[in-house]
């Protein structure tokens, strides 16, 4: 089910970091981008790359944070021991 979990999370993210790449970087050429008043001294392509990555990690977080958000309350509240391990108060469902 993790590997599931993940793969909801970065594939849509995965595409979202794709299409905001096209959207800025068609309106903004990377040689033009300055950082607290100086140039940039990277090439288009370690712009492009770069602002890839910060765009997925972003997105990756809102779908994570979907994807938490939209767990049931019996995942929430499941205890992850094994029946034998479980402390006093442990809830009894979700036995894997």
């Given at each position: 089910m993790l590997s599931k979990r993940l793969m909801w999370i970065?594939?849509?993210?995965f595409l979202t970091a794709g299409m905001l790449e096209v959207l800025v970087f068609g309106m903004?050429?990377?040689q033009d981008l300055q950082w607290f008043?100086?140039?940039l001294e990277?090439?288009?392509?370690s712009v492009y790359s770069l602002a890839f990555f910060v765009f997925w990690g972003v997105a990756m977080l809102s779908?994570?944070?979907t994807t938490l958000l939209a767990q049931?309350?019996?995942e929430?509240?499941?205890c992850p021991l094994p029946a034998d391990e479980r402390?006093?108060?442990c809830p009894k469902q979700g036995d894997a």
């Open positions: 970065a594939w849509p993210a903004v050429d990377p008043g100086h140039p990277l090439s288009r392509q779908s994570g944070l049931s309350p019996f929430v509240n499941r402390p006093n108060g």
